[in-house]
């Protein structure tokens, strides 16, 4: 077992949190100098003394490309049963190192999330931060996680290739890697730990807007594809229309052309469902559906509420949107 640790411009205090967690288990522990400069280079010796394993980049490539260097490492090791990777600002304590690392053992084909609980004295960015992104996450990708920013993780040994292949050089990496780890076949474990912040987390470089955006792709995906659909079927309906002259069939053909698409961007490029064939009945099923809720709607909003026919249609347009896509989601391409 080893602990990875990616280090940009650590503070003094990571040093201490070396020594405590050396105190208390005896695992290599392998930090990656992202790039923090001459100015640092003696805290990375003085970790060196104290038997860490030190990589270096020259210059600063991001938290992500840190990790997969430590990771290409220990692949090449090829003597460890797993990694903890662990924040150097301080947050995570020895105790819930260790605990992960144990659970890694326990638990050898999941991924270990040690996630806070967010009691006690946190920064108010940080706790809404993360309430805000928890509750995004839950609706783009279907998966509750109590903790999508931690950064003290367990991954078994086998992952480690894994990891590598995931995209991402900065702190969106980690939360790509959980956008894809249900998608590949992974599962994951969340572990309780302590909510820890020194010095209202100003040690942090972690940017909770700009490094959390990743969350939202496939909604604009979604909404993109649905776009360009409703496009699509707009210009195959003027031009089938001009040149059959039959209002039906053109109305028959260009909705049956663009759902074509929509479902084969969706399936593709939105979800990533390649291969399940019986999504396609489930779509068009879905289809069904979602055309018998648009009717109902709007004779509702129009003839019972007396709701203009705009607004109507908007309000109604809106709500299908959500449905259509927690659906596709859920159900068709899951």
Known sequence: ??????????????????????????????????????????????????????????????????????????????DSEGVVCVDCDGQHSPEDIQNIAKNILNYKDRMILGVRKFVGKVPFRSMIGNKIIRKIFELVTGNYISD???????????????????????????????????ESGYKIIEIPIDTIYDGNNKGSHFRPLLDSIRVFIPMIKFSAVSLLSGVLDFVLLLGIEKILGNL?????????????????????????????????VKYYFLVLVVLVCNYVMMSLFTSTLMLPLVLSKVITEAILFLFSYISQRKFVFN
């Not at 053909?253 to 939105?270: A, I, K």
Request: aromatic share 10%; net charge positive.
């Open 1 to 78: 077992m080893k602990i990875i640790i990616p280090a940009y411009e650590p503070s003094e205090k990571f040093l201490d949190l070396i020594k405590r967690i050396k105190d208390l288990m005896d695992m290599e522990i392998i930090i990656v100098d992202d790039g923090s400069g001459e100015k640092y280079q003696e805290i990375f010796k003085a970790a060196e003394k104290l038997g860490c394993n030190v990589l270096r980049h020259n210059i600063n490539l991001g938290k992500g490309t840190a990790l997969k260097t430590a990771f290409l490492e220990v692949i090449n090791s090829g």
């Open 148 to 182: 999508t920013q931690t950064g003290l993780r367990g991954y078994p040994s086998f992952m480690l290739p894994w990891l590598c292949s995931i995209e991402g050089e900065r702190f969106e990496y980690e939360l790509n890697l959980l956008l894809k780890v249900k």
């Open 248 to 280: 039906f069939v053109a109305v028959f053909l260009s909705r049956l052309c663009s759902s074509l698409f929509n479902y084969g961007c969706n399936r593709n490029l939105v979800f990533n469902s390649k291969g399940k064939v019986n999504s396609f």
